[in-house]
């Protein structure tokens, strides 16, 4: 690599240090004069590729990666929007409502397809699947579910398998979690009956892909619902105890999206950046330099969750708690 | 032509600034109704769309165990989705407490328009009352939505209108210039008409006119008609003045003639002479003036005939031929073959028997007088003599009328044959024209 980034562990003022991110780390360009501050929701090591792309460009620029969840990333920013200058989400319905809410910026000009960005403010980069992963130790003999409706009959097939060995997202700490489930139960009844099978096995809660992964590889649990494709492939290919099942019956299809904030301290350089990050992911070139998945440009998003106002729908107080006690009654059983 | 007259205005520009102001302004009204028209419709579009969203939001609101719970359709907010991805913002209030949504979204009733977070959004509310088991509340819901996708539909038709309008506009101007243009046509032709016309040709216009012109036409008609009548009767009357002058008074000269043989004594026959050149000059005078007349009566209506000119000449050259012996003045007629034209015989005879009875009067004695006759290029007579010429100084106004040279002071004459002359060559199309010749004598020519 042509230019240098390191950490840098020094002391920030107060308020950095007040906070507490999973991560957080300074890309610092070879003649940087000024800091992007990007808040974020995805994984480091997946964006590591693009700011060192980007700082190469644009070495006068140094970045500030800090990462977060979804939820916190909403609540951290509505109260300093001016301290961040891109925001990145996998929460859409979250940032949705940012950006109906007048936290982003317009960007003019941006050659991005209709269903991939919302009042040329959002830009959606990625297109990942929620899946049902399964470590292939518990399905040994048996054939893999294909649909929801498979999974179904194959935990009911044999509850003494599956019983506590079973995980998807707590939808009352993550975003994400949150957004696949309503965005499932609005697809079909499925969903509903899926969970309350899930209820009556005991099921794990967590927080993020991650530690959910982390559990099937050692056989913790045995299947998790609504992982997010992207981090379970890429765990896939170096652990061959997991298999990834993308359900056939009906995709659910996230877009990590990212925008510029409307109090950005650096607006013009956040352009940049979020215009590279758009034209990397959608160059079918760089596929398959970069970790992340990129903007599926074939199903011109139909599948995907439409970016529209819509989406607030969920986040409404009375819908959540509505949908969350629906939820916990289904999947909390005693 | 125009000079003399009065111009105030033209009936061209004020047709025109009539029609094309009045598209003009038909052109802007177009525009306001429509744009008014389409912006009310736009905006009714996006209403009924607003209330059909609340309206889905308050079907939901139920009462459960004595709490509202309002699990309204994802549908509710995707029917709000336009192409300009406008922004939407809601309240759900429980009689005045807010349940949820947006606390600082200003609370109206019915439809309305506010500013929201910096831009125009438009509102719409309304509201229903749950009766529970011993609750009674009232639900009230408001959606509202950035008008962005509203002012570019407006944007585009306000576009789309103005063109049409411009469109409009400049189409009507072009229909205004050929619609002014067409009704001034008959007008302009109507001068044509009138301006082409000979001096003499005072006969009315006999094509058709326009309704609205037809009493100008009518009394133009009738002006023409008088004028022609009371110029008939003068010259009717120079006319029989004439004849009734000739008359007696040849019988005056030839009593005065009788009676110059009969006297001896010097002063009275030197009397008697002045009388009978007196009366000549008179009598030359009442002839020529006859004449004269005749020709302006017939100018207007030539009574054509095809005829030879040469015969024509040499018939005059025959006739002539006694006077000219006694001034010993050969008269010399010079033609190349028969030159054939279309022409009233009456007039040209009187017309060339002027010309030379002048070279024949102001050329002195032995001497020749050239007539010659050509039909190419044009067809004319030129009579040339061995006279003195005509006044160099006088030569341009010798045609007129009872317009005499100074050579003439001892001949008898009353200055009207150039002018008989030349109304007839006029009323053939032709000229007249006088010229000294370089080796002296005066050259006349008379081309058809
Ligand atoms: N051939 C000529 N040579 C010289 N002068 C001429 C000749 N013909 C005409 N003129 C001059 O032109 C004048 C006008 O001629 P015009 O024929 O009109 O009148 P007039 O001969 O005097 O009278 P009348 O009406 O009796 O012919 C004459 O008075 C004369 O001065
Ligand atoms: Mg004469």
């Given at each position: 690599?042509?230019?240098?980034?390191?950490?840098?562990?020094?002391?920030?003022?107060?308020?950095?240090?007040?906070?507490?991110?999973?991560?957080?780390?300074?890309?610092?360009?070879?003649?940087?004069?000024?800091?992007?501050?990007?808040?974020?929701?995805?994984?480091?090591?997946?964006?590591?590729?693009?700011?060192?792309?980007?700082?190469?460009?644009?070495?006068?620029?140094?970045?500030?990666?800090?990462?977060?969840?979804?939820?916190?990333?909403?609540?951290?920013?509505?109260?300093?929007?001016?301290?961040?200058?891109?925001?990145?989400?996998?929460?859409?319905?979250?940032?949705?409502?940012?950006?109906?809410?007048?936290?982003?910026?317009?960007?003019?000009?941006?050659?991005?397809?209709?269903?991939?960005?919302?009042?040329?403010?959002?830009?959606?980069?990625?297109?990942?699947?929620?899946?049902?992963?399964?470590?292939?130790?518990?399905?040994?003999?048996?054939?893999?579910?294909?649909?929801?409706?498979?999974?179904?009959?194959?935990?009911?097939?044999?509850?003494?398998?599956?019983?506590?060995?079973?995980?998807?997202?707590?939808?009352?700490d993550s975003g994400l979690g949150y957004l696949f489930a309503t965005q499932d139960a609005r697809a079909s009844e499925t969903y509903w009956r899926l969970m309350e099978v899930m209820g009556s096995l005991g099921t794990?809660?967590?927080?993020?892909?991650?530690?959910?992964?982390?559990?099937?590889?050692?056989?913790?649990?045995?299947?998790?619902?609504?992982?997010?494709?992207?981090?379970?492939?890429?765990?896939?290919?170096?652990?061959?105890?997991?298999?990834?099942?993308?359900?056939?019956?009906?995709?659910?299809?996230?877009?990590?999206?990212?925008?510029?904030?409307?109090?950005?301290?650096?607006?013009?350089?956040?352009?940049?950046?979020?215009?590279?990050?758009?034209?990397?992911?959608?160059?079918?070139?760089?596929?398959?330099?970069?970790?992340?998945?990129?903007?599926?440009?074939?199903?011109?998003?139909?599948?995907?969750?439409?970016?529209?106002?819509?989406?607030?729908?969920?986040?409404?107080?009375?819908?959540?708690?509505?949908?969350?006690?629906?939820?916990?009654?289904?999947?909390?059983?005693? | 032509?125009?000079?003399?007259?009065?111009?105030?205005?033209?009936?061209?520009?004020?047709?025109?600034?009539?029609?094309?102001?009045?598209?003009?302004?038909?052109?802007?009204?177009?525009?306001?109704?429509?744009?008014?028209?389409?912006?009310?419709?736009?905006?009714?579009?996006?209403?009924?769309?607003?209330?059909?969203?609340?309206?889905?939001?308050?079907?939901?609101?139920?009462?459960?165990?004595?709490?509202?719970?309002?699990?309204?359709?994802?549908?509710?907010?995707?029917?709000?989705?336009?192409?300009?991805?406008?922004?939407?913002?809601?309240?759900?209030?429980?009689?005045?407490?807010?349940?949820?949504?947006?606390?600082?979204?200003?609370?109206?009733?019915?439809?309305?328009?506010?500013?929201?977070?910096?831009?125009?959004?438009?509102?719409?509310?309304?509201?229903?009352?749950?009766?529970?088991?011993?609750?009674?509340?009232?639900?009230?819901?408001?959606?509202?939505?950035?008008?962005?996708?509203?002012?570019?539909?407006?944007?585009?038709?306000?576009?789309?209108?103005?063109?049409?309008?411009?469109?409009?506009?400049?189409?009507?101007?072009?229909?205004?210039?050929?619609?002014?243009?067409?009704?001034?046509?008959?007008?302009?032709?109507?001068?044509?008409?009138?301006?082409?016309?000979?001096?003499?040709?005072?006969?009315?216009?006999?094509?058709?006119?326009?309704?609205?012109?037809?009493?100008?036409?009518a009394s133009l008609n009738s002006l023409m008609a008088r004028l022609g009548q009371s110029l008939k009767q003068s010259e009717d009357f120079i006319a029989e003045a004439a004849h009734r002058v000739r008359t007696p008074?040849?019988?005056?000269?030839?009593?005065?003639?009788?009676?110059?043989?009969?006297?001896?004594?010097?002063?009275?026959?030197?009397?008697?002479?002045?009388?009978?050149?007196?009366?000549?000059?008179?009598?030359?005078?009442?002839?020529?003036?006859?004449?004269?007349?005749?020709?302006?009566?017939?100018?207007?209506?030539?009574?054509?005939?095809?005829?030879?000119?040469?015969?024509?000449?040499?018939?005059?050259?025959?006739?002539?031929?006694?006077?000219?012996?006694?001034?010993?003045?050969?008269?010399?007629?010079?033609?190349?073959?028969?030159?054939?034209?279309?022409?009233?015989?009456?007039?040209?005879?009187?017309?060339?028997?002027?010309?030379?009875?002048?070279?024949?009067?102001?050329?002195?004695?032995?001497?020749?007088?050239?007539?010659?006759?050509?039909?190419?290029?044009?067809?004319?007579?030129?009579?040339?003599?061995?006279?003195?010429?005509?006044?160099?100084?006088?030569?341009?106004?010798?045609?007129?009328?009872?317009?005499?040279?100074?050579?003439?002071?001892?001949?008898?004459?009353?200055?009207?044959?150039?002018?008989?002359?030349?109304?007839?060559?006029?009323?053939?199309?032709?000229?007249?024209?006088?010229?000294?010749?370089?080796?002296?004598?005066?050259?006349?020519?008379?081309?058809?």
């Open positions: 690599m042509r230019y240098l980034f390191s950490v840098i562990l020094c002391l920030w003022p107060l308020w950095t240090m007040a906070q507490d991110w999973e991560d957080r780390q300074v890309f610092q360009g070879t003649d940087a004069s000024r800091t992007l501050r990007i808040l974020s929701s995805t994984d480091t090591s997946f964006f590591e590729p693009i700011i060192a792309s980007f700082l190469a460009k644009t070495p006068e620029l140094s970045v500030e990666y800090l990462v977060i969840g979804t939820a916190e990333i909403d609540q951290r920013f509505r109260q300093a929007p001016d301290r961040y200058d891109v925001v990145i989400s996998s929460a859409m319905d979250l940032q949705l409502k940012l950006a109906n809410d007048g936290f982003a910026r317009r960007l003019g000009g941006v050659a991005h397809p209709d269903w991939a960005q919302w009042r040329e403010s959002l830009f959606a980069f990625t297109s990942e699947p929620a899946a049902i992963v399964v470590n292939r130790a518990a399905f040994e003999g048996q054939a893999l579910p294909r649909t929801r409706q498979e999974l179904i009959q194959a935990l009911r097939a044999r509850p003494d398998v599956f019983r506590g060995r079973l995980g998807t997202y707590d939808v009352r794990r809660l967590y927080c993020c892909s991650g530690d959910m992964i982390d559990d099937l590889s050692d056989g913790t649990i045995a299947v998790a619902y609504n992982v997010l494709g992207s981090y379970a492939s890429a765990r896939q290919q170096t652990d061959g105890r997991i298999a990834v099942i993308l359900p056939s019956d009906f995709p659910t299809t996230m877009m990590r999206t990212g925008f510029v904030s409307s109090q950005a301290q650096h607006p013009q350089d956040a352009a940049r950046f979020v215009r590279h990050l758009i034209s990397l992911q959608s160059d079918p070139v760089s596929k398959d330099s970069l970790p992340l998945p990129p903007l599926s440009t074939d199903s011109a998003g139909q599948s995907a969750i439409a970016l529209e106002p819509a989406l607030l729908t969920y986040l409404d107080g009375l819908k959540r708690q509505t949908f969350i006690k629906e939820w916990v009654s289904a999947i909390v059983q005693p | 032509m125009t000079e003399g007259v009065q111009v105030s205005g033209s009936l061209r520009t004020r047709l025109a600034i009539t029609l094309t102001g009045g598209a003009a302004v038909l052109a802007v009204l177009l525009f306001i109704v429509v744009r008014n028209y389409a912006a009310q419709i736009a905006q009714q579009g996006q209403d009924s769309i607003l209330s059909a969203s609340v309206t889905s939001i308050l079907d939901a609101a139920v009462i459960r165990d004595g709490v509202v719970e309002i699990d309204f359709p994802y549908a509710s907010f995707s029917m709000l989705s336009t192409p300009m991805d406008d922004r939407i913002f809601y309240a759900i209030y429980q009689d005045d407490t807010l349940l949820s949504g947006y606390g600082d979204l200003p609370r109206t009733s019915g439809t309305a328009t506010r500013a929201y977070q910096g831009s125009p959004v438009r509102l719409v509310t309304a509201s229903r009352v749950l009766i529970g088991a011993n609750v009674r509340t009232r639900i009230s819901v408001t959606v509202a939505q950035t008008q962005d996708a509203l002012s570019g539909t407006l944007s585009r038709i306000s576009r789309n209108v103005a063109l049409f309008g411009a469109g409009f506009f400049a189409l009507a101007t072009l229909l205004s210039i050929w619609a002014t243009a067409t009704t001034i046509e008959p007008l302009k032709r109507l001068t044509t008409s009138v301006t082409r016309r000979g001096p003499q040709d005072l006969s009315p216009v006999a094509k058709p006119v326009p309704l609205e012109m037809v009493p100008l036409v008074l040849a019988t005056v000269r030839s009593y005065a003639e009788a009676t110059l043989q009969r006297v001896d004594r010097e002063e009275n026959r030197q009397a008697l002479r002045s009388m009978i050149r007196a009366i000549d000059e008179s009598s030359r005078a009442a002839g020529q003036l006859l004449d004269h007349a005749m020709i302006t009566f017939r100018a207007d209506h030539l009574e054509r005939d095809d005829l030879d000119l040469v015969d024509l000449l040499r018939e005059l050259v025959l006739r002539l031929t006694p006077v000219a012996e006694m001034k010993d003045i050969d008269l010399h007629l010079q033609a190349d073959g028969p030159v054939i034209i279309n022409g009233d015989p009456i007039l040209l005879q009187n017309a060339l028997r002027n010309l030379i009875d002048n070279a024949l009067k102001y050329a002195p004695g032995e001497s020749v007088i050239t007539i010659r006759v050509d039909a190419q290029p044009r067809v004319q007579v030129e009579i040339r003599d061995q006279g003195p010429g005509f006044p160099p100084d006088e030569i341009d106004g010798l045609t007129g009328r009872f317009s005499r040279g100074r050579n003439a002071a001892g001949t008898i004459g009353s200055g009207l044959g150039l002018t008989i002359a030349q109304d007839v060559a006029a009323a053939h199309g032709g000229t007249l024209a006088l010229s000294n010749l370089p080796e002296g004598g005066a050259c006349v020519t008379f081309s058809l």
